[in-house]
């Protein structure tokens, strides 16, 4: 894995910390991330891709504490780029909205994307709810980044990739997110809600 690929993270600790101090915790945590690697050498195929998002950023916040002694910057700094990079998905997908017919497939494909990007290969663990017509609905009781993040000593990075959900999906016009719960705050599952509006 390549940290230097995050560059937004980075851009986001210069301005919380200056430039100077950003690039000390980034050496570090590149050395960090190493370590993390080392210590999960046989990661799962299907985890691979979350574990590229779960490691850097636990790295950074690992970093950051080590240095700085605040918890709070890294968190800040990782938060507020995967808020970025999260708006800019939902643009995308309010701009296709637009599309006839959009809202339904949508919905619709949420079911085989789920069971194989966020299925038990992928290291979650899945209740799946019957098709209901304009509705997608599962709840995920195990989750690679509560375990991964919680394993690492940052827990609390985890609700970050939770609130990028309500982000991405929750203003899509007429599409209707609903969320109750996570496991990174909390909770024991996150609840994933979809349907075409009434």
């Known amino acids: 894995m390549d940290l230097d690929k995050k560059t937004g993270i980075r851009e986001k600790l210069i301005a919380e910390a200056g430039r100077q101090e950003a690039e000390k915790i980034w050496d570090r945590a590149k050395a960090i991330l190493k370590e ?5 050498p046989d990661i799962p195929g299907g985890q691979r891709m979350h574990a590229g998002f779960i490691f850097p950023a636990a790295a950074v916040q690992l970093a950051v504490r080590e240095i700085k002694g605040d918890p709070d910057l890294g968190y800040r700094a ?5 808020w970025e990079k999260s708006l800019e998905m939902g643009a995308r997908l309010r701009r296709t909205a637009k599309i006839p017919g959009f809202k339904s497939f949508f919905v619709k494909m949420w079911r085989p994307i789920s069971k194989m990007m966020f299925g038990p290969d992928a290291g979650f663990r899945n209740v799946f ?3 209901k017509k304009g509705e997608y609905r599962m709840d995920i009781t ?6 991964y993040f919680t394993e690492l000593g940052t827990p609390e990075l985890t609700k970050i990739f939770c609130i990028n959900d309500e982000c991405t999906y929750g203003d899509i016009p007429g599409l209707e997110f609903i969320r ?6 909390g909770g024991d599952k996150c609840d994933f809600y979809l349907r075409v509006k009434r």
């Open 78 to 82: 990782i938060s507020a780029y995967s």
């Open 36 to 40: 993390i690697e080392a210590r999960y």
């Open 142 to 147: 195990e989750c690679p980044y509560h375990r």
């Open 129 to 131: 709810y019957p098709k």
């Open 180 to 185: 109750h719960t996570t496991l990174g705050t």
